[in-house]
């Protein structure tokens, strides 16, 4: 009769064989060409505000809110706050983001987002919160182009927080009086989206895209708040988010990243063989 250990010998060699095979067999994209787009919830989906007056535009593309008039600079009365949706020709409009990105290397740059912070007169309805809808659209561009992936999708919800214009900011905000405005992401998880395509997995990664000290791209994970920021927003501790300078308009440039990741079965089948290849060994040596 033939040992465990050499029975659990073969069911390693296997599952090496099985990696190997499936390694073989999968094709690796090494560039993508994406399009990217990202629209605000309406509907069910819609934002939430506080109680009180003024009017309230809800569109896939903007959230404005407070008195009449425009939000944008100029505007003959601005009383009234806006979170927009552009891309890298305009931080309004909401259209779609499009170029390539690498695979393990680099980064996408998609849509934006601006808070255009106005001072909003008491007694008006300020926004809460809403949800954020993207949709991504991956196609290979290397070593092969095509066929067009299905639609991979990174929805998120987030909290807003209208602070006072006077008096003591929350810990974390560096101003005096005019205190910054808060949104931060109620399910930061959702940030992660895996998927597969011709026998390898990825995971795609959305990050923020900024200027590093020698003013070159960079893009790096959503900025941690301090724990009064995050209560302030209701969410718990180690919350990610963003604070926003009073009247002025501050623009989030978002971005992602693709990365290859192993195949998740072979490696649990390799686990659980080498695993029954020590058991197969200490039983032996207890002998």
């Not at 896939?60 to 008039?69: R, V």
């Not at 806006?82 to 740059?109: E, H, K, Q, R, Y």
């Not at 988010?241 to 501050?250: K, M, N, R």
Request: a negative charge; one cysteine or more.
């Amino acid at each position: 009769m033939k040992s465990k250990l050499s029975l659990c010998k073969k069911a390693l060699i296997a599952a090496v064989m099985m990696g190997t095979s499936a390694v073989a067999n999968a094709t690796l994209v090494t560039e993508w060409s994406f399009n990217l787009v990202s629209e605000f919830g309406t509907g069910d989906n819609g934002p939430t505000f506080t109680g009180g007056g003024g009017a309230q535009n809800i569109q896939t593309d903007e959230i404005s809110w407070g008195g009449g008039g425009g939000f944008l600079p100029g505007s003959p009365t601005i009383n009234r706050s806006a979170l927009t949706i552009g891309n890298s020709d305009a931080l309004t409009g909401g259209n779609p983001a499009t170029g390539t990105v690498m695979t393990n290397t680099g980064f996408g740059v998609g849509t934006n987002f601006t808070h255009w912070n106005n001072p909003i007169a008491a007694g008006f309805a300020t926004l809460t919160g809403g949800q954020l809808f993207n949709t991504l659209t991956l196609t290979p561009s290397m070593p092969f182009v095509g066929p067009n992936l299905p639609p991979v999708s990174a929805n998120f919800g987030f909290s807003f927080f209208e602070t006072p214009n006077a008096g003591t900011c929350l810990a974390g905000d560096p101003n005096t009086g005019n205190c910054g405005d808060l949104w931060g992401v109620v399910n930061a998880s959702d940030l992660q989206v895996f998927f597969s395509f011709m026998g390898e997995n990825y995971i795609a990664n959305i990050l923020t895209v900024g200027l590093d000290d020698q003013g070159d791209p960079i893009a790096s994970p959503i900025a941690t708040l301090s724990d009064a920021q995050c209560g302030g927003l209701g969410l718990d501790s180690g919350c990610q988010g963003f604070l926003t300078a009073e009247s002025q308009p501050t623009t989030v440039q978002f971005g992602f990243t693709v990365t290859a990741v192993p195949e998740p079965h072979v490696l649990a089948l390799f686990g659980l063989t080498a695993l029954g290849i020590a058991v197969s060994r200490r039983r032996k040596f207890n002998k």
